[in-house]
């Protein structure tokens, strides 16, 4: 079981920046694909951005890319999401999600297990 733990988000002007944190329990989080994604008011729960369990391969919705980069430390069992140039359509809830595979995957099925979320809000 791995418990995760976002933070970071909050109320940001567009072309500002956030640094989203995910801090996960439990001794096999360097063998988790990790991934971010994020859902807003009245819609469906969507992709942004994975990295493998080593950190070398990162996949992007193409919406985010150039702006956004995900990176891991698994020294410290943390996944972040750097978000720059941020625009009021990257308001939603942000979820931090693990997956039990290696490989970095783009499908939310393919996650296992899931944080609380995190509210993320861009103001025009």
């Known amino acids: 079981q791995v418990q995760l733990v976002e933070s970071g988000g909050g109320l940001v002007q567009a072309g500002g920046s956030l640094r989203l944190s995910c801090a996960a329990s439990?001794?096999?989080?360097?063998?988790?694909?990790m991934g971010w994604f994020r859902q807003a008011p009245g819609k469906e729960r969507k992709f942004v951005a994975a990295?493998?369990?080593?950190?070398?391969?990162?996949y992007y919705t193409d919406s985010v890319k150039g702006r956004f980069t995900i990176s891991r430390d698994n020294a410290k069992n943390t996944v972040y999401l750097q978000m720059n140039s941020l625009k009021p359509e990257d308001t939603a809830v942000y979820y931090c999600?693990?997956?039990?595979?290696?490989?970095?995957?783009?499908?939310?099925?393919?996650?296992?297990?899931w944080g609380q979320g995190t509210q993320v809000t861009v103001s025009s």
């Open positions: 999600a693990a997956g039990r595979r290696e490989v970095a995957t783009t499908s939310l099925p393919d996650f296992d297990f």
């Open positions: 439990g001794r096999t989080f360097s063998s988790y694909a």
């Open positions: 990295v493998s369990a080593s950190g070398a391969i990162r």
